[in-house]
């Protein structure tokens, strides 16, 4: 009988092996028949449609559309991209540090903002400058897309640090322009991940993340020590707007707050190569010091490694709004003539064990879209004390401070230059600037914006406007519009577009717009952190907290159990 049951489970075993073995030679015969007919296709079109095709372009199309049945952060890279792949990884690069757009109003490239202390400010470039030339290049757009255009100024400014150039600009005066002339040389470019750092009260030290690059966590910990020299006696950490980089580098910045051999990040993946762990290797700096990090929707991948595996050790109170929800590893691998893909390997996973992962890309609906994980499909996790905190959606916040949505009308000024060409014209007449403390924009200030905008005969699309030209379309196809024609004429009176109107209700939130746009002229990004605390709400709130102890203590422990 035992016999009988050994050869029983013996071929119950081979047929396993036999089925997993058939399953994977029809995985691999459907990928080569594939391949097959891919490249058939291609040289039959190459070969016999009517109009030469362009390989390159086609080609690209294909392994685009691939790509686009995976997530948007499994990428490829040509050669002549692969240098801003590099950027992204590391924060360096070779140019002269300066932001630039398309400028629509002169068809040409602008400098939106010199990076402080790199070759262009310190040649005297300013924001608003229209780029005419690089090395006696002239820069046109032609038939180029925006977005090309400006890849085409990029690249030309980007070069060997120790080369040497002339930049040629249009810089727009008040009454007149005048084309200026600046001698380059080009210089390995760092971007700061730190732009600013200091106290906002007398013991309470703030310190802005940007980015998590190269040694950033070096930064991090040298400004967190002289905050602390400084009299910092708890710590604001903000990560808002920060769309994260390297792991590694979130492990070591949680590393200075926790103890050595903490377990932070566990990574899963099909493959070998996709799992690992991630454990702090150094001593801490300060495992006592209380600490607020504040998060909102575009704090992403690293950054919620930080608060994430901050919030699950019960190290620090997470403020503001829910974040994006990136949990998601991509590993680099190299491919033939110079390329590179960037692919997406495993999922990470935080000390609780949630992985905060907000979309799975695996399962799209019929039209190809994608949704993130409703609530009700989450999982509940604990942390080291014993709060609930859940996966599939992103850090919720331990105090969540509703944020303003910013008016259409903001995003129509920016989109249409309005505020940045005021903030030149501003420049203009303010050659200096004493600090940002002191500065505010008056109603003077305002008025003269305000003549701008209507100078130009700026109209913009009103949601309103939108929502109730669909409702009078219902109303008709439904059979209600006559019965309903007196309120719809009322109700369009109401929302008749008024400039003067909407300048005056948003004038608040325009004028936080236009203030951060001016202070970033004289002070660069630190200037832009600074002036967006003046008004901060998440600030506010994380002051409130670290300056009363009993709540700080009372959020970070698990509510007492009824017996």
Known sequence: MNAKKTLIGLFAVLLGIGLVSFKEDDRNFQVAKNLDLFNAIFKELDMFYVDTIKPEEMIQNGVEGMLALTDPYTEYYPEEEVSSLKEMTTGKYGGIGAAIRYYEAEDRIAIIEPTEGMPAAEAGVKAGDIILSVGGKEMLRGNMKPQEFSSKVSEALRGEPGTSFVLKVLRPLKNDSTVLEFQITRKNIRTNPIPYYGMVRDSIGYLALSSFTENSAKDFKKSFIELKQRGAKSLIVDLRDNGGGSLSEAVDIVNLFVPKGQEIVVTKGKLKQGQGSFKTQSEPVDVQIPIAVLVNGATASASEIVSGSMQDLDRAVIIGTRTFGKGLVQTIRPLPYNGTLKVTTSKY?????????????????????????????TNVFYTASGREVRDGGGIRPDIEVKSDRIPNIVFYLMNDDLIFDYATQYCWDHPTLASVESFKLTDEDYEAFKKLVKSRGFTYDRQSEKALKTLKEVAEFEGYMDEAAEEFKALEKKLNHNLDRDLEVFAEPIKEYISQEIVTRYFYQRGAVMERLKDDDDLNMAIEVLTDTVRYRNILSAPLQEK
């Not at 996973?349 to 499909?377: E, F, H, M, W």
């Open 349 to 377: 996973y935080i000390p609780s064990g949630r992985c905060i992962q907000a979309i799975d890309y695996a399962k799209k609906n019929a039209d190809g879209s994608v949704a993130r994980t409703p609530d009700s499909l």
